[in-house]
């Protein structure tokens, strides 16, 4: 088995980033399968925790745990949602109007619960974030309830039928506001199915990564895994299909291969891993930049692909600025923040 080490995965960095383009680029032009990015950030995000906490050699308290999340997740997320709060007003004149009320709404934001079932109505205000709310809760349950000792068995169980809960009741993957059972909500449910699959895509790499029959192995996966990965995009008739299953165990396969950066195409994208520094800058800033790019360049006044350009390389350099100067100072704070809060509980 491997042993735990302190390496960062620069191929999945990268990947991590390239998955936020393809987010933004979705939302941009919503009519295809790009949704399915979330899905690869749900199975990586369990990968890399899994790396970071679940087997690192000191375990972390759950106060520890908690506190080293917010500090990673809350400041951007606040500094975002009160950017797109005043683009929003300078846009239209007010604020953001939602079914459930503005400030039922502005409070589920504070709070990481507007995507827990509060609001069935839908996406609200910064919307993307609504999977960073699902990420925090999943993340608290994964430091409560899996150890190092449970079964993987149990873990796939979990993760399988919340798959078919979701394929039962919505047929396909761009799901996240809908309660099933009236109060098992949706997009919960896919962020931990995802996240477990990255759990167990971890304990894959940590038991056959330094294989030499796996490594040579990655370079064939690593190709054919990304060709399966478009057959399930763009293989489809419209827009959402029951092929989004299949993705997440796909997610999976790639996760794992591409971890070890063994393979031609792995240690190409690794070049790139800088994305994966912004990626959170880059998913979060992604409406606020739309925005703006619709309210001065209609859509009706200029060319779709000029438009496009403008706006990835907008979101880049805002991303670039909102990690340097947002996003890095106030991660640093809540981490010394919570090193002394945890100091003195202790």
Same mark, same amino acid.
């Given at each position: ?7 960062? *995965? ?24 790009? @949704? ?28 520890? *745990? ?29 604020? /953001? ?16 619960? %507007? ?10 205000? +910064? ?17 409560? *309830? ?6 993987? !068995? ?12 979701? @394929? ?16 098992? +909500? !949706? ?14 895509? @971890? ?8 294989? +030499? ?16 990965? !478009? ?9 959402? =299909? ?40 880059? @998913? ?9 790019? +619709?309210? *001065?360049? /209609? ?44 100091? %003195? =509980? !202790?």
């Amino acid at each position: 088995m491997r042993s735990h080490s302190l390496s960062r *995965f620069l191929t999945l960095d990268a990947l991590r980033g390239a998955a936020a383009l393809v987010v933004a680029i979705y939302h941009f032009s919503p009519s295809w399968a790009g @949704y399915l990015a979330v899905d690869f950030f749900f199975v990586l995000s369990g990968f890399v925790l899994s790396h970071t906490y679940l087997y690192r050699k000191t375990p972390l308290t759950f106060r520890e *745990f908690t506190l080293r999340r917010l500090a990673r997740l809350y400041p951007l997320h606040i500094f975002t949602l009160l950017i797109f709060m005043l683009v929003w007003i300078g846009i239209h004149g007010q604020m /953001p109007i939602q079914p459930d009320g503005t400030l039922f709404t502005f409070f589920q934001q504070l709070t990481f619960t %507007q995507n827990i079932g509060l609001n069935p109505s839908g996406l609200s205000w +910064n919307y993307p974030s609504w999977s960073i709310s699902v990420e925090f809760w999943v993340n608290i349950a994964f430091i409560l *309830f899996v150890v190092r000792t449970t079964r993987s !068995s149990a873990i796939f169980l979990i993760a399988a039928t919340g798959m078919m809960v979701i @394929y039962w009741n919505t047929g396909h993957l761009e799901t996240q506001a809908a309660n099933y059972f009236s109060y098992l +909500n !949706s997009g919960l449910l896919r962020g931990l199915s995802g996240f477990l699959l990255g759990v167990l895509s @971890y304990r894959f790499y940590l038991r056959f990564g330094e294989d +030499n029959f796996w490594k040579r192995l990655t370079i064939y996966i690593e190709p054919l895994s990304l060709v399966g990965l !478009s057959i399930v995009v763009f293989s489809r008739t419209g827009k959402t =299909s029951s092929y989004d299953f299949i993705a997440p165990f796909i997610f999976m396969l790639i996760v794992t291969s591409f971890a070890g950066e063994t393979g031609l195409i792995s240690r190409y994208i690794s070049r790139f891993h800088y994305l994966g520094s912004i990626s959170y800058s880059i @998913y979060l800033n992604q409406i606020i930049v739309l925005l703006l790019v +619709n309210h *001065f360049m /209609p859509k009706q006044e200029s060319p779709m692909l000029v438009r496009l350009a403008v706006f990835l390389s907008l979101l880049i350099v805002t991303s670039h600025f909102t990690l340097t100067y947002v996003e890095n100072p106030l991660r640093s704070l809540g981490k010394k923040l919570s090193t002394g809060i945890g100091r %003195q =509980s !202790s």
